[in-house]
């Protein structure tokens, strides 16, 4: 199996920037889509960003457009999420997931990470 590790959580202002890494283990990361959701205390989990296997085709949550950039790359199995501009609102436990589309759901992916905390101070 696919096992996925979060880093670069922390705290930070408003109007910040911080960089997730999801390091992935297997040979088989490239052919799979990832994905990033965050999930805030007593919310559900949401949908962030997703980017396909060979990083060409993106998409992003509205709340996150243009402020959040996802990207990879497969030589070192790894999915970077940088976010800048970053809001009070964007305070969450931030996932990393694997599936087989690019999908904007949680039930699309099949294999995630344990998550990072990500807090956002006003």
């Known amino acids: 199996q696919v096992q996925l590790v979060e880093s670069g959580g922390g705290l930070v202002q408003a109007g910040g920037s911080l960089r997730l890494s999801c390091a992935a283990s297997g040979r088989t990361f490239s052919s799979y889509a990832m994905g990033w959701f965050r999930q805030a205390p007593g919310k559900e989990r949401e949908f962030v960003a997703t980017?396909?296997?060979?990083?060409?085709?993106?998409y992003y949550a509205d709340s996150v457009k243009g402020r959040f950039t996802i990207s990879r790359d497969n030589a070192k199995n790894t999915v970077y999420l940088q976010m800048n501009v970053l809001k009070p609102e964007d305070t969450a436990v931030y996932y990393c997931?694997?599936?087989?589309?690019?999908?904007?759901?949680?039930?699309?992916?099949?294999?995630w990470g344990q998550g990072t905390q990500v807090t956002v101070s006003s």
């Open positions: 980017i396909n296997w060979s990083g060409r085709s993106t």
């Open positions: 997931a694997g599936g087989k589309t690019t999908g904007g759901r949680a039930y699309d992916y099949d294999y």
